[in-house]
C-alpha cells in the first residue's frame, strides 16, 4: 500500500457504504494456499513481506484507517468495556504506546510523527488530526488510559496477555471488531481456556504446542499467523453483545444478493514480545473481501468454492457458515472448471 493512502469515509454498521479499491482487493491476504483446509497454527516470523503487501510493516495501515477508527470510537462510546486493563497491566500500557507510536511513525513517516526528548513525547497522527504532547511513564499527561490512547488510533483488536505460572492470561485488551467472542467475558482466561471452543484443537493438541512456542518468543522477533472466518455484510464489530442486531443478517443471504452480502473475513495475527513487562501483545487485524471482490481473480474464487466444499462439518458450524455456505458454493460453481491451482495464496 503507498504511502500517500486516500482514506475512504465509509460505515462498517447500518447503511454499510464499506468497499475495497482494486489496490485493496489485490493486497488482500487470502488465507488458503490448498484446497482443503483444517485447523492450523501456520506460524512464521513477522520481520517484514513484499512491498505493499498487508505483511511489510509491523502494523499496516490501508485505505480503511481512518473509517475503522470511527467505528471503534463508536463501539467504545456505546460499550466502555469493550476496553479492559487490569491494574496489574501499567507497564504493557506504556510498552503499547510504544510499539504503535515507533511503528507508525517509523513506517509511514508522512502519516505519523514521534519526537522523544527523554521522557517527553511528542506525537503527531494526521490522518486522525491528533497533536499531543505527553510524559512517557506518567498517565496524567495524557487524556485517557495510555493503551486505550494509543488503542483508539491503530486498526484491528488488540489482546494484551500476561505470562505467569507457565501460561498465558488475556489481562487488558481492546476489541471492537471481533468474530462473534467477548472481552467481558474472556478477560482473565488462561490461553487454552480463552481457545477451548476451537472445534478438535484439544484433541489434536494445537494449543499445547502453540502455547509452548509461544512462551518462548523472544523480544524483537514477533510472529504471524492467518485465521479466517465469514461475515454476512461488512459489520466490523460482530461480538455476542450486538448478536440481535447482527444475527439476524445471517439468514438474510439469498442466491442473488450472496455475492455483494457475504464477505470473507481474514484475520492478519501477530504476536509482539513487549520489553519492560514481558506481557504478550496479540493484535488481530481483520480484512473484508466480498465473494464479487474476491472473483475478480478467478484463482481465488475456485480456491474459495474447494475449501467450503470440502470444510469439516464442525468446523462449518463453529465458525457460523452453515446458513449460507451451500449459496457460497452454488454461486461460485459456474467459474470452477477443476483445474489444478497449485500451492499458494497468490491470486494469479
Same mark, same amino acid.
Given at each position: @500500500?503507498?504511502?500517500?493512502?486516500?482514506?475512504?469515509?465509509?460505515?462498517?454498521?447500518?447503511?454499510?457504504?464499506?468497499?475495497?479499491?482494486? %489496490?485493496?482487493?489485490?493486497?488482500?491476504?487470502?488465507?488458503?494456499? %490448498?484446497?482443503?483446509?483444517?485447523?492450523?497454527?501456520?506460524?512464521?516470523?513477522?520481520?517484514?513481506?513484499?512491498?505493499?503487501?498487508?505483511?511489510?510493516?509491523?502494523?499496516?495501515?490501508?485505505?480503511?484507517?481512518?473509517?475503522?477508527?470511527?467505528?471503534?470510537?463508536?463501539?467504545?462510546?456505546?460499550?466502555?468495556?469493550?476496553?479492559?486493563?487490569?491494574?496489574?497491566?501499567?507497564?504493557?500500557?506504556?510498552?503499547?504506546?510504544?510499539?504503535?507510536?515507533?511503528?507508525?511513525?517509523?513506517?509511514?513517516?508522512?502519516?505519523?510523527?514521534?519526537?522523544?526528548?527523554?521522557?517527553?513525547?511528542?506525537?503527531?497522527?494526521?490522518?486522525?488530526?491528533?497533536?499531543?504532547?505527553?510524559?512517557?511513564?506518567?498517565?496524567?499527561?495524557?487524556? @485517557?488510559?495510555?493503551?486505550?490512547?494509543?488503542?483508539?488510533?491503530?486498526?484491528?483488536?488488540?489482546?494484551?496477555?500476561?505470562?505467569?505460572?507457565?501460561?498465558?492470561?488475556?489481562?487488558?485488551?481492546?476489541?471492537?471488531?471481533?468474530?462473534?467472542?467477548?472481552?467481558?467475558?474472556?478477560?482473565?482466561?488462561?490461553?487454552?481456556?480463552?481457545?477451548?471452543?476451537?472445534?478438535?484443537?484439544?484433541?489434536?493438541?494445537?494449543?499445547?504446542?502453540?502455547?509452548?512456542?509461544?512462551?518462548?518468543?523472544?523480544?524483537?522477533?514477533?510472529?504471524?499467523?492467518?485465521?479466517?472466518?465469514?461475515?454476512?455484510?461488512?459489520?466490523?464489530?460482530?461480538?455476542?453483545?450486538?448478536?440481535?442486531?447482527?444475527?439476524?443478517?445471517?439468514?438474510?443471504?439469498?442466491?442473488?444478493?450472496?455475492?455483494?452480502?457475504?464477505?470473507?473475513?481474514?484475520?492478519?495475527?501477530?504476536?509482539?514480545?513487549?520489553?519492560?513487562?514481558?506481557? @504478550?501483545?496479540?493484535?488481530?487485524?481483520?480484512?473484508?473481501?466480498?465473494?464479487?471482490?474476491?472473483?475478480?481473480?478467478?484463482?481465488?474464487?475456485?480456491?474459495?468454492?474447494?475449501?467450503?466444499?470440502?470444510?469439516?462439518?464442525?468446523?462449518?458450524?463453529?465458525?457460523?457458515?452453515?446458513?449460507?455456505?451451500?449459496?457460497?458454493?452454488?454461486?461460485?460453481?459456474?467459474?470452477?472448471?477443476?483445474?489444478?491451482?497449485?500451492?499458494?495464496?497468490?491470486?494469479?
Amino acid at each position: @500500500m503507498a504511502k500517500n493512502i486516500a482514506f475512504k469515509q465509509e460505515t462498517f454498521r447500518d447503511d454499510y457504504t464499506y468497499s475495497n479499491s482494486a %489496490e485493496a482487493i489485490r493486497r488482500f491476504p487470502f488465507p488458503f494456499a %490448498e484446497d482443503e483446509y483444517m485447523y492450523s497454527v501456520n506460524i512464521e516470523q513477522h520481520d517484514g513481506g513484499a512491498p505493499g503487501s498487508v505483511f511489510e510493516h509491523a502494523i499496516d495501515i490501508d485505505e480503511h484507517y481512518v473509517a475503522e477508527c470511527e467505528d471503534r470510537r463508536i463501539t467504545l462510546e456505546k460499550d466502555p468495556g469493550r476496553y479492559i486493563a487490569l491494574p496489574h497491566m501499567k507497564d504493557a500500557q506504556w510498552d503499547m504506546v510504544e510499539l504503535i507510536m515507533d511503528s507508525l511513525s517509523t513506517d509511514y513517516p508522512d502519516l505519523f510523527q514521534l519526537s522523544k526528548d527523554g521522557d517527553n513525547w511528542h506525537w503527531i497522527n494526521k490522518p486522525l488530526n491528533i497533536d499531543q504532547k505527553f510524559v512517557f511513564g506518567d498517565e496524567s499527561t495524557l487524556p @485517557m488510559e495510555p493503551f486505550e490512547y494509543v488503542g483508539r488510533q491503530v486498526q484491528g483488536d488488540w489482546v494484551v496477555m500476561d505470562q505467569r505460572d507457565d501460561d498465558l492470561f488475556a489481562d487488558m485488551g481492546i476489541i471492537t471488531s471481533q468474530a462473534d467472542w467477548s472481552l467481558a467475558f474472556d478477560a482473565g482466561m488462561s490461553f487454552k481456556e480463552w481457545h477451548g471452543p476451537v472445534p478438535q484443537a484439544n484433541e489434536l493438541g494445537i494449543f499445547d504446542r502453540a502455547l509452548k512456542y509461544l512462551l518462548h518468543l523472544q523480544y524483537g522477533s514477533p510472529v504471524r499467523r492467518l485465521n479466517w472466518t465469514m461475515t454476512v455484510n461488512p459489520r466490523l464489530d460482530t461480538s455476542p453483545e450486538e448478536y440481535p442486531l447482527w444475527g439476524p443478517d445471517n439468514v438474510s443471504v439469498t442466491a442473488d444478493n450472496v455475492g455483494q452480502k457475504v464477505h470473507l473475513r481474514v484475520e492478519l495475527q501477530a504476536l509482539f514480545r513487549l520489553p519492560r513487562s514481558n506481557a @504478550m501483545a496479540f493484535s488481530i487485524r481483520g480484512y473484508l473481501a466480498s465473494i464479487d471482490d474476491l472473483k475478480t481473480y478467478p484463482r481465488w474464487a475456485k480456491r474459495l468454492r474447494r475449501v467450503l466444499t470440502n470444510l469439516h462439518p464442525d468446523l462449518s458450524e463453529y465458525k457460523g457458515l452453515d446458513n449460507y455456505r451451500q449459496l457460497v458454493i452454488d454461486y461460485l460453481a459456474p467459474m470452477d472448471d477443476g483445474a489444478d491451482l497449485g500451492l499458494g495464496t497468490h491470486p494469479e
